[in-house]
Each structure stands twice: as C-alpha cells, then as structure tokens.
C-alpha cells in the first residue's frame, strides 16, 4: 500500500520533466498552425491522443505513483494557469504563445498568400463561409482566422447598417 504513493524520483525530476514536457508541447501545437487546434478532424485528434501517450514517459521517467501522478498534474495545471496569466498580462507573450489572427478576405477578394500561409484551401474556407450562412465572397467585407482558430467574419450589410444605411433587400 505505501508503494502507491513512494515516488522513484525526487519530486523536483517530476516537476522539471512535466515543465519541458509541457512547454514543448505547447511548442509544437504552436507550430502545428492555428487551423489545426481550432477545428480539429479526426486526424489532429489521434495526433493530439498519440503526442499525449508518447511524452507520458518522459513526464513520469516510469514512475506509477500516485504521488508522481499528483505531482505531474499540479505542474500542468500550474504551468497553464501561468501560460493564461503571461498571455493575459503581456501582449508579447501572448503572441508568442497564441499567435496572430490572419487576414484571409478583404472587400470580398481571398488573400491566397494568407491563405497559403495558414495552409488552408479555398474549399476549407468556402466551407467555413457556409457554416456561417455565408455563400457568396461579395457579401464579405473581411474574414479573420483567429489565434484560435475559429473564423470571424464581418459581412458587408452589417458595415452598411452599422453606418446608418438600409441593409440591401432581396436575395
């Protein structure tokens, strides 16, 4: 029974290792693109379950305690209390950690070197355009792909009645 709880490391191994664990992870969702983490398909999923099983060694260096177990969770949870408080706090931290909102249309025209950039194609787009109700690019004015990877779309009738004028009528 005491075998649960007695760690095979000291509790700084456990610390340490789920830091680097943790930040490297980060690292690489980071450079995985903002598209990925927002919509994930079936794919980034069993990347994200395969990342999480393959770094599960190296944060416990094989220790099956509870106590290392308990260890590990309080350094993941501390280190994504401290990622939110950074990106809250520092607009360059935040940056860096999340990344920066994308400019994909404007007036209505793609921005295929944007969109090339983010390696989405006009299909995904267009997709993500009629989730929204959207089905013709002239009724953009601009379309965001946030930091996190959801789309934010400013239609042209909304700039128009936010200026006082009449949304157009008909189809």
């Known amino acids: 029974m005491q075998d649960l709880f007695r760690t095979s490391f000291p509790y700084w191994h456990f610390v340490f290792r ?5 930040i490297a992870v980060i690292m690489l969702l980071r450079l995985g693109g903002k598209r990925q ?3 994930m398909g079936v794919g980034e999923f069993v990347a994200i379950l395969l990342i999480s099983n393959a770094v599960q060694n190296a944060m416990n260096g094989g220790d ?3 106590t ?4 590990l969770s309080a350094v993941i949870v501390s280190l994504s209390v ?3 408080y950074l990106t809250y706090r520092s607009k360059r931290w935040q940056h860096i950690i999340q990344g920066h909102p994308t400019l994909l249309i404007h007036k209505g025209k793609i921005l295929h070197q944007n969109m090339r950039k983010e390696l989405m194609n006009n299909h ?8 929204q109700g959207i089905h013709e690019l002239h009724e953009v004015a601009e379309a965001v ?7 934010s779309v400013t239609k042209v009738s909304e700039l128009q009645h936010g200026n006082g004028q009449q949304p157009p009528v008909g189809p």
């Open 145 to 151: 792909l946030e930091s996190d990877g959801a789309l």
């Open 64 to 66: 099956n305690s509870i």
């Open 82 to 84: 401290g990622m939110a």
């Open 37 to 39: 983490v927002g919509q």
């Open 124 to 131: 995904e787009l267009r997709s993500r355009l009629r989730r």
């Open 68 to 71: 290392g177990g308990l260890v």
């Open 18 to 22: 789920g830091a680097v664990v943790y």
